[in-house]
């Protein structure tokens, strides 16, 4: 079990489920594309980048794992989604890491 918190086994699994799952699941039952935009790429994929981010920062994880969730996501959307969705993983890691930079800095600026 220390081996799978040493990885971060949790952002590999919401990674993969929100990253490959659901865009299987938008191309299975066909969502309209303006829904699968704004909905789902920009708010929900969105928020979860910024989650993402704030939570390695306010548990000290590694950095790196910022790459776990936008790389897994650049893999669905390869799959299953078109064309254009693919640069979201870019946006999806600037806004992990500026999530992870201002979190950082606000516990920083406390201690």
């Avoid at 220390?2 to 699941?25: H, S, T």
């Avoid at 959307?77 to 500026?98: E, K, Q």
Wanted: net charge positive; charged share 10%; aromatic share 16%.
């Amino acid at each position: 079990m220390a081996f799978l918190e040493k990885i971060g086994w949790r952002y590999w699994l919401i990674a993969v489920v929100m990253g490959v799952g659901l865009p299987a699941l938008a191309t299975l039952i066909g969502l309209d594309p303006v829904i699968r935009f704004g909905l789902w790429l920009v708010l929900i994929n969105g928020c979860l980048a910024i989650a993402v981010g704030r939570v390695i920062a306010h548990k000290r994880q590694p950095g790196w794992w910022l790459l776990i969730w936008p790389v897994i996501y650049l893999l669905g959307a390869l799959w299953f989604l078109p064309r254009y969705t693919r640069y979201f993983a870019i946006v999806y890691v600037c806004l992990s890491y500026l999530a992870y930079g201002l979190t950082q800095a606000k516990i920083e600026s406390k201690s």
